[in-house]
Nanobody
Framework: QSRLVESGGGLVQPGGSLKLSCTAS????????IGWWREGRGGIACITKN????YYSRSVKGRFTISRDKADNMVYLEMTNLQPEDTGVYYC???????????????WGQGTQVTVSS
């Protein structure tokens, strides 16, 4: 069965940075938009299948950057100026994405824990 796999989480101090990664087992990601979610929240950062447009939630815009590398079958979430309220389990999922909306269509991964604490 195809599935998504997240990695890169960890413990950082407020103001620190992390880079999360998302890849797939059993298929290539280049045919899909991809989004990042935090448990209990809506979509926070999403990218179209072509990588030509991105969506960001109000809480992360200007701090987080989503990107993709089709050659390596990877999607990344670069997180900067992390704050305690960013703490949670981050998931990637297949998504329908525009510059204005992001909706998951299932196939979520198992998540990676991000903890921001002093």
């Amino acid at each position: 069965q195809s599935r998504l796999v997240e990695s890169g989480g960890g413990l950082v101090q407020p103001g620190g940075s992390l880079k999360l990664s998302c890849t797939a087992s059993g298929f290539t990601l280049d045919s899909y938009g991809i989004g990042w979610w935090r448990e209990g929240r809506g979509g926070i950062a999403c990218i179209t299948k072509n990588g030509d447009s991105s969506y960001y939630s109000r809480s992360v815009k200007g701090r987080f950057t989503i990107s993709r590398d089709k050659a390596d079958n990877m999607v990344y979430l670069e997180m900067t100026n992390l704050q305690p309220e960013d703490t949670g389990v981050y998931y990637c999922a297949l998504a329908v994405v525009s510059a204005y909306t992001c909706h998951d269509i299932g196939s979520w991964g198992q998540g990676t824990q991000v903890t921001v604490s002093s």
